[in-house]
Each structure stands twice: as structure tokens, then as C-alpha cells.
């Protein structure tokens, strides 16, 4: 489960790690008395998905009218199908240089893995395919940690000296301690930034949490009153389900197959309604997950895109099966099954009579058809 921005600031914050002063707001009056006390402040959209700098989630008001005006733009839009209904207001840094840290799993070597890099501001990913020189990367040891004089070596290779060194070496032993300490996929500063008075500040933050193991982090997400009243539902279910306003109704396996869904479906002129994940335990779960979206009265046409791996298809057909035979989809549904099971999975459901695809673009253009 990915935290907001604000809420890994405080985790951060809490631990040991600078941030910068900030408030969060949940409307444009407020945004006025935050900006006044801040000044000179910027204004970030506080939403579940990357990349909002570039799709202009970021502001930088000249002064108290313009970040009024701002906020109320932002408030009214959304950035990749999610409404943007918090800000986070923050006193802005003098920026002398940015920096890169991260932890998170290497998939292959089953290890934790540290990252750090001279360049900040920017994906890593861009960062190691043009400055593969930059990035300083260091499998750890779970049961031995990173000790001190590791985190020492690693920052000092970008190019740290003196106080800030040390500065920078503590930043990300804690991070490092973060990542354990909250069942964390990754955790990422990007960018941290050295101040010109050598001060190192996390500019923004990202946290990730194994869901399956938010049962040992109740103070994690509390906040339930910005939930709608479906994703309560969801979230009791152990469900991962966030509204976004259009008529498709999308489930799938997997966070990454889910946003490659919402963004095949508005390439070929779709709005999806949702974001729904079945994926680890919960993929068992797809029967109820039908029905959680379909609750939903915008909903003109159920999508379910599913990839077997870990999750086999046959078992989430299964839970589909249900669905319909107990008349709870009752709404065009379409599906696309690839994958572990999928033969087994695409047969049990045709045989149903359910429209069921093997190529997610077919697909989605037949869901955009019927929807429109």
C-alpha cells in the first residue's frame, strides 16, 4: 500500500529525518492561512500515483492571491484519472544540490538493496539508463543490517564531504531502519536535497507498505474520513480499491497491470471508474471484488484484466463464476486472461457465456464500446 506523501513526511519525521515545515489542506481558504504562515511556500498535490510534477501537480504561487487561485485549480482537477483532493503546503528550500536515496528489494537476489545517487530530482530509472556511473547500489544482509560506516562509504562515493557526510550517512541509516521497521517495499527520497546552508531536508517522500502486513502498523492510515464509502468497504476486505470517477469498472491482478489497464482504456477514449488490485491472498477474494465495483451506479461495464503468476487465473475465474452465477454482475462484463491458468480460466467462463479475450487491447477497445 502506498502512503501519500504526507503521511511517509511524518514517518520520516518521526524517525529522524528532516522534512521540510509543511500543513496540509483540504481546501482553498485554507491553503491562504498555511501560505501566510509558510511564505515563501509551494503547494503539492497529495495523490496516490508518481509523476505529478511533470503533469503540473506541483505549484509555486508569488504570493497569497495567486496560491488561493492555484489551489482551487488543482482541487478541481485530477492527475491520471485521480482526484486531487488534498494539498500539502510547504515553506520552499534553498536548493544548492539534489540527491537520490531509496530502499527497496532486489527481486532477483531475493536481498534488500540500497541506492543512492549524485542525481536527484529525476526517475532513477532515467538516472541509470544515462547516468549509469551515478548510482551507487548495495545488497544488504537483513539479519546484519547497514551499518553506519557502509551508509559513510556509500554517501561519500556521490560526492558528500565534511558535516554534511555525516548528515547524509545518518538520512539513510534511518531510511534504511524505516524500510524494516514498516514492512516497507521501498522507501525513497527523491530528491534530498543539501541546502545552501548545509543542511540535508527530505523534499519529498515515498513509502510503500506490504499490505499483507498492515496488520502490525495500526497507526498506519488512519484518515479513513477521506474515504469513500466504497473503499472503506474495500479496505475492510483487504482490497485495494481507489474511485476515480468514470464509467468503467476495472479489476485486476497486480498495481502494475492495473495502471497499464486505466491507461489502455483512456488511450482508446475510455474513463475508468476505479482502480481495483486482487493480487497476493486477496486474489481469492474476486467475487467480492465484482461486487464492491459494481456498487458503484456510474459503472456501465465491468473489465477484469488478469495475468497469472502467483495469482492463477483458473482460481480468480472461479470467484468470477460465482459472481455471475449468483447474478451479481449484472452489467457488460468483458475479460482478458493471459497467463498461469488462463486456458483453464478463459474456458470455465466462456462457457458462462462471458466475453473473454486473450490481447488486453482487443479488450479494452470492445469495454470502450460498450460504454460509450
Do not use: W
Not at 87 to 111: A, C, H, P, S
Not at 112 to 125: F, M
Request: proline share 3%; glycine share 10%; with cysteine.
Amino acid at each position: 500500500m502506498r502512503l501519500y506523501e504526507y503521511e511517509a513526511k511524518e514517518i520520516f519525521r518521526n524517525n529522524g529525518i528532516p522534512v521540510p515545515e509543511g500543513k496540509l489542506v483540504l481546501n482553498a481558504e485554507e491553503v491562504i492561512k498555511a501560505y501566510n504562515t509558510l511564505a515563501p511556500a509551494i503547494i503539492k498535490s497529495q495523490v496516490l500515483v508518481g509523476g505529478r510534477g511533470k503533469a503540473g501537480g506541483i505549484k509555486f504561487p508569488e504570493n497569497e492571491a495567486e496560491a488561493k487561485k492555484l489551489a482551487e485549480e488543482l482541487l478541481s482537477s485530477e492527475i491520471k484519472g485521480y482526484k486531487i483532493r488534498k494539498l500539502l503546503i510547504e515553506k520552499k528550500l534553498n536548493i544548492k544540490k539534489e540527491l537520490y536515496f531509496g530502499v527497496t528489494i532486489d527481486k532477483i537476489k531475493g536481498e534488500i538493496v540500497v541506492i543512492v545517487s549524485s542525481k536527484g530530482g529525476v526517475d532513477i530509472e532515467e538516472v541509470a539508463k544515462k547516468f549509469p556511473n551515478e548510482i551507487i547500489k548495495r545488497n544488504v544482509d537483513i539479519y546484519e543490517g547497514l551499518p553506519f560506516y557502509e551508509a559513510m562509504d556509500m554517501v561519500r562515493k556521490i560526492g558528500l564531504r565534511g558535516d554534511t557526510l555525516k548528515k547524509g550517512a545518518s538520512v539513510l541509516s534511518k531510511l534504511y531502519n524505516i524500510f524494516t521497521k514498516y514492512d516497507a517495499e521501498i522507501t525513497e527520497i527523491n530528491p534530498l536535497v543539501v541546502t545552501d546552508n548545509g543542511d540535508i531536508v527530505a523534499a519529498d517522500a515515498k513509502l510503500n507498505v506490504d499490505s499483507e502486513a498492515l496488520y502490525r502498523h495500526p497507526e498506519i492510515r488512519k484518515e479513513d474520513e477521506f474515504l469513500t464509502e466504497l473503499e472503506k468497504e474495500a479496505r475492510a476486505n483487504s482490497l485495494g480499491y481507489v474511485e476515480i470517477g468514470g464509467n468503467i469498472g476495472v479489476i485486476g491482478n497486480g498495481a502494475g497491470l492495473n495502471m497499464t489497464t486505466l491507461d489502455i482504456l483512456r488511450y482508446f477514449g475510455g474513463t475508468p471508474s476505479n482502480f481495483l488490485e486482487v493480487s497476493g491472498r486477496t486474489y481469492m477474494l474476486a467475487e467480492k471484488a465484482v461486487e464492491i465495483v459494481l456498487k458503484n451506479p456510474n459503472v456501465k461495464v465491468l473489465f477484469g484484466n488478469f495475468f497469472g503468476s502467483a495469482a492463477r487465473c483458473d482460481v480468480i475465474a472461479e470467484g468470477l463464476a460465482e459472481a455471475f452465477k449468483k447474478g451479481k454482475i449484472k452489467k457488460p462484463f468483458i475479460v482478458s486472461m493471459r497467463g498461469m491458468g488462463a486456458k483453464e480460466g478463459r474456458k470455465l467462463l466462456r462457457d458462462l457465456g462471458i466475453e473473454v479475450y486473450e490481447n488486453d487491447e482487443e479488450a479494452a477497445k470492445r469495454v470502450v464500446e460498450l460504454a460509450r
